[in-house]
């Protein structure tokens, strides 16, 4: 397998190191914690491979309006 070396300060090699567990490796780590970007063309393919009932959408629909409502909870 390929290697790259980098330079990061020691604060990021700190969060770094306490990040680990056991004996896991730095690649694993940054695996682990630095997920990969989300492909929304990918994602976007598979829903309209899979379209909604039209129920679904007014479902969908309506929950969207409650969110726009303020909240009646006290703050």
Do not use: C, H, N, W
Not at 9 to 30: C, K, N, P, Q, T
Not at 48 to 70: T, W, Y
């Amino acid at each position: 397998m390929a290697t790259k070396t980098i330079s990061i300060d020691l604060e990021a090699y700190r969060r770094l190191a306490r990040a680990r567990s056991g004996d896991e490796s730095f690649s694993r780590v940054i695996k682990r914690v630095v997920r990969p970007p989300f492909d929304l063309e990918a994602y976007l393919s598979r829903i309209d491979a899979q379209p909604m009932s039209p129920e679904a959408i007014e479902a969908i629909e309506a929950q969207v309006s409650q969110r726009d409502r303020r909240s009646k909870r006290s703050r």
